[in-house]
Structures are given as C-alpha cells and as structure tokens.
C-alpha cells in the first residue's frame, strides 16, 4: 500500500535556487567581497548538495590562496545568506510549483503521509512552508533536513531519516525529486522517484526516475511528459500514484 509521499524541497516543491543565489550574493557584498554567482555558475555550483558544502567548495576551487581565511569567514557568509534568503522569501511570497499543493491535500485528505528530505538548512525550509501554508496547517509529519544526516546527497542518509520518521518502508512510499544527486539518494534510499524538472536542473540526467515530468500539472493545465511512466490527463494525482503502486507488486 502507499503510505507515504517524501519531497525534495530545492527545485521541487519550490522554485528556490534563485533566491538562494540571490541571497550568497547579498551576503558576499554585506561581509565586504566582491563576489558574484551569476545563473550559470550558480548551475554548477549546485552539482555541490548543502549551502555550506557549496560555498566551501567555491573558496577551495576558486580562492584558493585564501582560503584559510575565507573559510573562517564562511560561517558568517553562511548565517548572513540564511537570514537573507528568509527575506526574499517572504518579500516575494514564492510560490510552491503547479500542483504541488494540490497533492499535498490529496494525501493528507486521504492518510497519507508526508515527509521532506533536503539538504538545505531547517530555517530554511520553515520559511518556505510558512509563506505557503496557513499558521499551524503545516502539512508535513516528518521534516529531515540540512545537517540531520551525516552525508548530504547523493548519499541515502537524509532519504532514510525520513522513511525511519515516517516508520514506513521504502516500497510503501514515493520520492519527488528535481536533481541527478537526489534521484541517486531516494533509490540509494529503495524509493521509487518520480522527478520533475525545474530551472536550475534542466540539465540534470533525470534516469534514475520511474517517471519524468515538467511539473506534477494540474487539472486544466497539464504538464509536458519528459520519460518512463506518462500519467492521466497528464497531471500526477494521488488515484493515479496509487494505481502505478498497487500495479508494481
Ligand atoms: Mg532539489
């Protein structure tokens, strides 16, 4: 039986990843550097899972002859850029992506539960569900987040926070996912993912996912099938995940 559904929050409940650039960069210039992550270095940088680990591997490669002291610096970068970020969030209301909501209340209409799994840090995620959820209707039984796990994606960690949260197996569950190391966690994790695609990883490979899709869609506004499983109507519903899990035992 279905029993849980776990998202990813970075690209797949959310549009997030520019605000997050956005937000090292105002941080960068309030610490005094002069640096800039641009959309397309952004990009690559997200090959690096964890806002933290992302800007350490950016002094190491790119600032190497000072890195001792930048990586002193880092945890104040880092605060700056979390605080930031809870800012533009909610200056700018963001919105969660076509159908997320919508599905969200199917499963929690009809017992199902939820769980996230990000590496992302928890005020992050907070912030994200507040601008979107009403005060005390936050969705989510389980929240695994940023540092909880000891290895970030693609490792199984954060996956396996979740599902032993939920006190659900992995065969009882689907993952949503936007990102090539996410896909690789939830199945390193033995959830079956169904990705979608969003900005900043429309050059991912998606392959590890039983289906790939624009956007969960919704009715009226379908979405554009990408690989593996197509769904009705072309809109990924709860009748229709239950339907593809009751057919895969
Ligand atoms: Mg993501």
């Not at 689907?174 to 050059?203: H, K, M, N, Q, W």
Request: hydrophobic residues 45%.
């Amino acid at each position: 039986m279905l029993r849980a559904l776990i998202f990813d929050v970075d690209g797949t409940l959310a549009e997030t990843e520019d605000l997050h650039r956005q937000a090292f960069n105002r941080a960068f210039a309030a610490v005094g550097l002069p640096w800039h992550w641009d959309a397309a270095l952004y990009a690559d940088l997200l090959t690096v899972m964890g806002g933290k680990e992302r800007l350490a591997h950016y002094i190491d490669t790119q600032h190497a002859a000072e890195a001792g002291a930048l990586h002193a610096l880092a945890p104040e970068i880092h605060a700056r850029k979390t605080a930031g970020y809870g800012e533009l969030l909610s200056e700018c209301r963001l919105p969660l992506r076509p159908g997320i909501a919508r599905l969200v209340a199917e499963a929690r209409g009809a017992g199902i539960r939820l769980a996230i799994a990000t590496t992302t840090s928890r005020p992050n995620v907070d912030q994200l569900l507040a601008v979107n959820f009403p005060p005390g209707a936050q969705p989510f039984d389980v929240i695994a987040s940023g540092d909880e796990a000891k290895r970030k994606k693609p490792a199984p960690d954060i996956f396996l926070l979740a599902l032993a949260g939920l006190d659900v197996a992995a065969t009882e569950a689907v993952a949503f996912e936007d990102s090539t190391a996410g896909i690789a966690s939830a199945r390193g994790a033995g959830l079956p993912v169904l990705a979608t695609r969003s900005r900043y990883t429309e050059s991912h490979r998606l392959d590890g996912a039983f289906s790939a899709v624009s956007d969960l869609g919704e009715p009226g506004r379908p979405h554009r099938h990408l690989a593996g499983l197509a769904w009705p109507g072309h809109v990924v519903t709860l009748a229709a995940l239950q339907d593809w899990h009751a057919g895969r035992r």
